[in-house]
């Protein structure tokens, strides 16, 4: 399936396109358009829109868009649940809510300098968050 969402990823425009491949989609393709182009290009694609405007997998009562995603597809898995507190926190400005929001903050701006290109960000990013799943899958089994 194809997908599109404004270009320019950053916290949850690289944590949606991961949690996508990982848990609802491993062939999906991603499209990166300008804002006011998502939904004509979802149109002519037939790509689903995310993170941008009014569209069903979108920010959702004050949460990002990957908790959209997460409920939409009722993932239930509890590290990603750990997961998406951090990035719900770092998308949505209150960083001080979770003690890893600054951090992922701060990769986000460094790989967005260091990466300009969306899909060479994402390649290098994914493994941030595949490194954060894995500590959050650690943190589980301890408890």
């Given at each position: 399936m194809k ?27 991603f ?19 995310f993170d ?27 590290a990603l649940?750990l ?17 890893y ?21 994402l ?7 595949d ?13």
């Open positions: 997908w599109v969402t404004r270009s320019r990823v950053h916290v949850d425009r690289v944590a949606c396109p991961w949690l996508i491949k990982r848990f609802v989609d491993t062939q999906a393709e499209i990166f358009v300008a804002r006011s182009m998502v939904q004509e290009t979802a149109n002519r694609e037939g790509a689903i829109p941008t405007g009014p569209v069903e997998l979108g920010h959702k009562d004050g949460h990002c868009t990957f908790v959209t995603i997460i409920n939409h597809y009722k993932l239930q898995e509890p649940a997961l998406a507190e951090v990035v719900d926190a770092a998308d949505t400005n209150r960083l001080d809510e979770n003690p929001a600054h951090g992922l903050e701060a990769i986000a701006v460094g790989f967005g300098m260091k990466f300009p290109d969306d899909y060479e960000n390649e290098h990013q994914f493994i941030v968050y490194a954060l799943y894995n500590f959050f899958k650690l943190q589980v089994s301890k408890k």
